[in-house]
């Protein structure tokens, strides 16, 4: 019986929404930080590749199962972009705000109508670092780009984010908000059925 799953992130916002999102019945998630496990390099060409390096080197550097997710925004009028490359965009030294700016500054001569995007989400769970079949778990999230920043809730591209049918961006959504409807959300729940599945009887 697992009674402990490594979350494979060190990014504190997204671990909160893990641990907001999931209710896995007498299993304790527990960060990398925690056990001092260090970022794997991103070196795929997709979040499904992404989120499988992650959750693989969690699992191999802890001898736990372990929990990853890949995930970030792709823009219709830029071919996708940032898509893998959404938390890193303006470069090494990359901040939310700075990503946020050159987002913009790219969007600036489209349209209302063109500006349409969508988070993308990708969880992997493993049982083990060498488990010969991950679960993975999909979640997209539409909307589109706003013209300006608004709301002080979220993270990455949250501020730009912009929901039509809540008339605001997803960093003016409440966290509770957020949670039901997120791209991140959507996989999670996904992920949280296959465990309840795996373990009704146990």
């Known amino acids: 019986m697992i009674d402990k ?14 641990k907001r999102i999931l209710d896995l019945y007498n299993v304790n998630l527990i960060t990398q930080k925690e056990l001092n496990i260090e970022d794997i390099e991103e070196t795929g060409l997709s979040f499904l590749e992404n989120a499988i390096l992650k959750v693989r080197n969690a699992s191999k550097k802890s001898g736990l ?7 970030g925004i792709e823009v219709d009028a830029l071919q996708g972009r940032p898509g893998i490359y959404s938390a890193r965009y303006s470069g090494l030294d990359a901040t939310d705000e700075k990503n946020n700016q050159l987002l913009l500054k790219e969007m600036e001569s489209f ?7 969508r988070y993308q989400c990708v969880i992997a769970f493993v049982n083990s670092h060498d488990d010969p ?27 730009l984010f912009y929901l039509p049918e809540y008339s605001c961006t997803s960093a003016e959504l409440t966290k509770e ?3 039901k409807i997120s791209h991140r959300a959507k996989a999670l729940v996904l992920f949280q059925k296959y465990w309840e599945d795996l373990n009704k009887n146990d």
């Open 177 to 179: 908000q957020k949670n």
């Open 5 to 18: 799953i490594v979350i494979a992130s060190n990014n504190e916002h997204k671990v909160k929404e893990f």
């Open 133 to 159: 079949m991950p679960k993975t778990f999909y979640g997209t999230w539409e909307g589109y780009i706003a013209e300006k920043p608004s709301g002080s809730n979220g993270f990455g591209y949250d501020p």
């Open 111 to 117: 349209e209302k109508d063109q500006r349409s995007a």
């Open 65 to 71: 199962p372990a929990i990853s997710d890949d995930s």
